[in-house]
Nanobody, 125 residues
Framework: QVQLVESGGGLVQAGGSLRLSCAAS????????MGWFRQAPGKEREIVAG????????YYGPFVKGRFTISRDNANNTVYLQMDSLKPEDTALYYC??????????????????WGQGTQVTVSS
């Protein structure tokens, strides 16, 4: 079992940056694909970014358009999401998730096995 704890959310002005972190428990972190998702009120949960077990493959949601970067540090059981050029429409609760499947990168939230509690990101205009 993996426990995930997100941090780094907050209030930022449009155009600003935030770096989200997700710390994972356990000694098998490198056996999980990791993903960042977000959910705004009244909207479905959507993938922001995903990263493979080794970090060699990544995926970004179409709305990212080069503004965000996902990375992972397997030695420290942590996955990051660097978010730059933030927009008010990026306001949402951001979750990290872990997937133990054999897929290279998993984009479907229903396939993820473990979830954190989320960290709120609010971007003011």
């Amino acid at each position: 079992q993996v426990q995930l704890v997100e941090s780094g959310g907050g209030l930022v002005q449009a155009g600003g940056s935030l770096r989200l972190s997700c710390a994972a428990s356990g000694r098998t972190f490198n056996m999980y694909n990791m993903g960042w998702f977000r959910q705004a009120p009244g909207k479905e949960r959507e993938i922001v970014a995903g990263i493979s077990k080794s970090g060699g493959a990544t995926y970004y949601g179409p709305f990212v358009k080069g503004r965000f970067t996902i990375s992972r540090d397997n030695a420290n059981n942590t996955v990051y999401l660097q978010m730059d050029s933030l927009k008010p429409e990026d306001t949402a609760l951001y979750y990290c998730a872990a997937d133990r499947s054999l897929a290279l990168v998993t984009t479907d939230p229903h396939l993820y096995d473990y979830w954190g509690q989320g960290t709120q990101v609010t971007v003011s205009s």
